[in-house]
């Protein structure tokens, strides 16, 4: 009986149960618990001086006693009450008004505890929210999705300005794709070209048996080459010797010949150190340096579009001639300025090649 | 026009870069920015009339010239050595460029820069040590600040006057 109370004490009369609306307890089963629990504290503080010997005096009378089988009809009318208040789903329904202080935590947690399961997920949502806030790679995942959706449908309404934005960035990556597809194509081309046939119908002749489409020949035969710049440069010092220009708007050929000379150095010295080989090409956008390598001088030829099969191999052939005929003018250059018009015949020509160049 | 290749060196930190800052560009930063290989750049001379062409090489530094990549010197016409008059090592070490660099070419103009000047006084033992090396090594001393423009043109208008005439390189 002791231990019964003590529970009805510690729960059910610390709390008036009030409940606004639904659902509806019954007030004298609140009275009666209330009535009961008093008078049993009462009882228990001044008759319980050896709880040890009140616990066996409860099992004892248990059978006996009349108010018990009230009692637990009480009990069983406040555990229907409770489980229907658990099922409220709105907190707002319900008050609690605290009429004690002590042992109230079960009874609380035990109402309230959808709420506390509710405030335990926000925190733990809150938590993931922030870690996700400070890590970079966890923020980029829960934002591109959406800022993929929103990038959509920006291109998708306002196309126009989209493509304006993006134009410096995706034109020059395209041109640059179809110079390289061109020139890989041309490579396939003269490679399987190499013996080619002057006569027409021959030619036509080659191609069938090559496999190559004529419209691939002829669009081959079309594609724009064009020698930009030619710069004789002095080996030993990187001075300029020589600059022809197919535009005549370059002021600085000086300064680009020292560069490229010092680009050439510290590609030598930092990556090809103990080697014979030197940097021979450098190549930006759909432009190209082509740098040739003579004993006194290097010629570099800036070019755009696909060089001609056979293009490096006359850089080379004019380069001996140059050194074979002004070898020692060449060697003893210290930068003053010198005539060049006896070396035009040498360089002018490669200013001019084409494809059908021989 | 006539052109010279004209190599700076000296240590690290010792002011390479800042001379040819100023003397090109006419600039000065605070910052340190280590150069990594080498730089060029060209600078108009006016020498007695005639235009003179400079082609600056401005090479990276190291502890000491042992790091110095010998590639960057070729075909130069002249050269700069730069010191730093606040640390001594750097007015010691002109001796190893200076034979470095004349070692090709004995007769090659060179001028040494006594570099950031208003760091330290007309008279601290420096500049004096930075004399003595002038002297002994027979290459015109020129105290500069990079920082406030002092010496800067003189450096360079001095060297050009001499590489005018000198028809050898190294
Ligand atoms: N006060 C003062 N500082 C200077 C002067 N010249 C250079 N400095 C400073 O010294 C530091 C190094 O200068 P740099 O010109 O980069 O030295 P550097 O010789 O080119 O160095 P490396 O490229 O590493 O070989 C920088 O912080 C400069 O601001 C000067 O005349 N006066
Ligand atoms: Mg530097």
Redesign the pocket.
């Known amino acids: 009986m002791l231990e019964l109370e003590q529970e009805i004490c510690n729960e059910y009369m610390i709390y008036d149960v009030v409940t606004a609306g639904v659902p509806q307890i019954d007030e004298n089963v609140i009275m009666a618990i209330q009535q009961h629990a008093h008078e049993s504290a009462m009882h228990q503080a001044t008759v319980d001086p050896h709880p040890a010997e009140a616990d066996t005096a409860t099992h004892r009378q248990h059978e006996s006693d009349p108010d018990l089988a009230l009692l637990q009809e009480l009990l069983l009318q406040a555990q229907q009450l409770l489980d229907t208040e658990q099922s409220i789903e709105t907190p707002q329904q319900l008050t609690i008004i605290k009429s004690d202080r002590r042992g109230r935590r079960p009874m609380r947690e035990f109402l309230l505890a959808p709420e506390y399961q509710r405030i335990d997920e926000l925190e733990a949502r809150i938590a993931d929210l922030q870690r996700q806030l400070h890590d970079r790679d966890a923020l980029i995942q829960m934002l591109s999705p959406a800022i993929s959706r929103a990038i959509a449908q920006q291109v998708q309404e306002a196309h126009d300005e989209m493509a304006e934005a993006l134009y410096p960035v995706i034109g020059r990556t395209i041109q640059r794709a179809v110079t390289e597809s061109m020139r890989d194509l041309a490579r396939r081309i003269d490679h399987m070209m190499r013996c080619s046939m002057r006569m027409f119908f021959l030619w036509r002749l080659v191609l069938w048996i090559r496999g190559i489409r004529p419209s691939d020949a002829a669009l081959r035969e079309a594609l724009p080459f064009q020698v930009n710049e030619l710069f004789l440069i002095h080996r030993e010092s990187g001075l300029l010797i020589q600059h022809l220009s197919a535009s005549a708007t370059l002021t600085d050929a000086d300064l680009i010949a020292s560069m490229l000379a010092a680009i050439r150095a510290y590609v030598q010295e930092s990556f090809l150190p103990h080697s014979d080989h030197s940097l021979d090409s450098i190549e930006y956008g759909d432009m190209q340096i082509l740098v040739e390598e003579g004993p006194a001088a290097l010629l570099a030829v800036v070019v755009q579009g696909v060089q001609p099969a056979g293009f490096r191999a006359i850089l080379r052939q004019q380069l001996t001639e140059l050194h074979a005929a002004y070898g020692a003018i060449l060697r003893s250059f210290q930068g003053d300025p010198i005539d060049g018009a006896w070396m035009l015949p040498l360089l002018q020509p490669l200013m001019e090649w084409h494809d059908g160049s021989a | 026009m006539v052109q010279r290749k004209v190599c700076?060196v000296?240590?690290?930190?010792?002011?390479?870069?800042?001379?040819?800052?100023?003397f090109v560009y006419n600039r000065?930063?605070?910052?340190?920015?280590?150069?990594?290989g080498v730089r060029v750049q060209r600078k108009i001379l006016k020498v007695r009339d005639h235009e003179l062409a400079l082609i600056l090489w401005?090479?990276?530094?190291?502890q000491d010239s042992t790091t110095l990549k010998e590639s960057y010197l070729k075909g130069a016409a002249g050269a700069v050595i730069?010191c730093?008059l606040?640390r001594t090592g750097t007015i010691l070490h002109c001796e190893e460029y200076i034979h470095l660099l004349r070692r090709e070419n004995p007769a090659l103009p060179l001028a040494i820069a006594g570099?950031?000047?208003?760091?330290v006084s007309p008279d601290h033992a420096h500049v004096t040590v930075a004399h003595q090396v002038a002297q002994l090594f027979q290459a015109p001393l020129t105290l500069?600040?990079?920082?406030?423009g002092?010496g800067v043109e003189q450096l360079f208008q001095s060297l050009g006057e001499r590489l005018v005439h000198a028809q050898t390189t190294i």
């Open positions: 700076l000296g240590d690290f930190a010792v002011g390479k870069t800042s001379l040819f800052n100023r000065f930063s605070e910052t340190y920015q280590s150069t990594i401005d090479t990276e530094g190291g730069v730093d606040t570099n950031k000047l208003d760091l500069s600040s990079a920082n406030l002092v």
